[in-house]
């Protein structure tokens, strides 16, 4: 080390030291491995909704776009989004490209937090913000054109939303937006976005929708689960410190998924008498997305009526897709756009001063109705027009464009669907291994009388044919099941007088 290092390390450590609380610093660094961990709970959530032919895919897909969304916000897209020097309000400068004098001075964000903490913080929304986003190429787009995509999606849509909202020259911040962890840029833009991109992509082909159910619900609860936890990071670190507005953030990001996940439940037992795990998981995820922009926002009690309130509005919005024709496969419209926007216009309402003054920096900040703030709802209600409309454009725009370069189109061929990207695109899969139908589940290895009671009850077994590389299980009543296996092995059958 050069002496003038050793002088310019003494120097930012002592004023690390003297500015900025460490355990403020910590709690961020901590809630923003929080947040990276929800990049896997995205991956098993979208995994276990598919099915088992494009599982892989997906996971494939949200771990690739975390890595160029790390590339993208290294080199311009923090400068982009929150560069203090950008005065056109619409999408920052590259003063700060490639992390350029970001480092010890107190972040745009809070005067709690480093500016290096807050660029790493901050790229983790990103993170799972495309994560969000690539859950709409389920079982028909092609990986590679979707990296393209979020490349290009990152620089000329979540910048310019994450500006609007957070940057200090941003319009919305000027203007007054109660946004607190990402309502627009994150759910709105993930939500919109997502429905921008199945419309250019295209519908499934039919009979891939006829009888689709997710094909590994345990992954789907554990995947929930995952983004529960990541999402106290997400929403609790969002007062970038370790504070009481931290605290009142965390428990708001408990009681709406919790009544979320109740309410969602309780509207599919009325349908199918039947306690949905697939339907609480995804009424607690529309639970947490509304209490994103409103968790730092809103007292106890609010939280729960927006958690009542989400759950029944989003599950009804599974049904926009059917009403518009768009094949949202993972329903990322009416989970984290609609959720989003009840999430915003809830500010407008319950946003209270108490809570926001509660990290002891915006203390002048004024709340929604409750604070008899009567113009704070028009003003979420335009933002989250401007922001839905904006997104929907710009996104659809970038996927028409990336599409019809040669070589990029973003859906795979009709072959490649009928056979699951986890074969076409990956050349792995999630499971891989063969399945029967129930029914011949109760086939023993231990001898032959139960195959021989179910070949009774059946009539005779079905043949068994082998295919190349595949093993079919024909029967003329059953449909065919055929799944990829590496090899078939013959094994030496019983003489009669063995059995």
């Known amino acids: 080390m050069k002496f003038g290092d050793f002088f310019a390390t003494s120097s930012l450590l002592k004023r690390d030291s003297s500015q900025f609380d460490r355990g403020d610093v910590s709690f961020i660094i901590v809630a923003g491995a929080m947040v990276s961990f929800m990049i896997p709970g995205l991956a098993f959530l979208y995994s276990g909704l598919s099915r088992r032919k494009s599982a892989l895919s997906l996971i494939w897909a949200v771990s690739a776009s975390n890595a160029v969304c790390i590339f993208q916000w290294y080199l311009w897209g923090y400068s982009l989004a929150f560069s203090p020097t950008a005065s056109n309000g619409f999408i920052g400068n590259l003063a700060n490209f490639g992390l350029l004098n970001v480092l010890g001075d107190p972040s745009p964000g809070s005067p709690l937090i480093p500016d290096l903490l807050y660029s790493f913080y901050q790229m983790e929304f990103a993170c799972v913000t495309v994560g969000i986003l690539v859950g709409g190429i389920a079982e028909r787009g092609r990986v590679l054109p979707a990296m393209i995509f979020t490349f290009l999606w990152m620089t000329l849509v979540y910048c310019p939303l994450a500006c609007w909202a957070w940057n200090v020259n941003g319009w919305g911040f000027k203007w007054g937006v109660l946004d607190y962890a990402g309502g627009g840029p994150v759910e709105i833009g993930s939500g919109v976005a997502g429905l921008a991109y199945a419309w250019v992509l295209g519908r499934r082909q039919e009979k891939e929708l006829l009888n689709f159910r997710p094909h590994n619900v345990a992954m789907v609860n554990l995947g929930t689960f995952i983004l529960w936890f990541g999402w106290l990071g997400f929403n609790g670190g969002s007062a970038f410190g370790a504070n009481l507005r931290a605290v009142m953030a965390i428990w708001n990001s408990m009681l709406a998924p919790a009544f979320g996940g109740i309410v969602w439940c309780l509207l599919d037992y009325r349908l199918e008498r039947k306690y949905s795990m697939v339907g609480f998981c995804s009424g607690s995820i529309a639970g947490l997305v509304a209490a994103t922009p409103a968790s ?74 409750v604070d008899h703030n009567w113009k704070q709802l028009y003003i979420q209600f335009a933002y989250v027009c401007a922001t839905c409309g904006y997104t929907f454009v710009a996104t659809a725009i ?102």
Request: charged share 25%; hydrophobic share 40%.
């Open 296 to 369: 730092g926002y809103i007292h106890p009690w609010a939280s729960v009526i927006m958690g009542i309130v989400t759950g029944a509005v989003c599950n009804y919005a599974t049904k926009v897709k059917f009403l518009v024709g768009i094949d949202d496969a993972l329903d990322l419209f009416a989970e984290h756009a609609v959720g989003g926007i009840i999430g915003l216009l809830f500010n407008g309402f319950f946003a209270s001063h108490s809570i926001i003054a509660l990290d002891g920096v915006n203390v002048n900040v004024n709340g929604g109705w």
């Open 398 to 499: 970038i996927a028409k464009a990336i599409d019809m370069i040669p070589g990029l189109h973003l859906k795979t061929t009709p072959e490649g669907e009928s056979a699951g990207l986890d074969e076409v695109e990956i050349g792995e899969f999630a499971n891989d291994y063969i399945e029967v139908r129930r029914h011949f589940t109760d086939w023993s290895a231990f001898g032959d009388r139960m195959v021989d009671s179910v070949a009774s009850e059946m009539g005779g077994l079905p043949d068994l044919k082998k295919d190349g590389h595949r093993l079919q299980l024909e029967d003329p009543t059953l449909e065919i099941i055929q799944e990829k296996d590496s090899e078939i092995v013959e094994e030496p059958q019983p003489t009669p007088e063995e059995r």
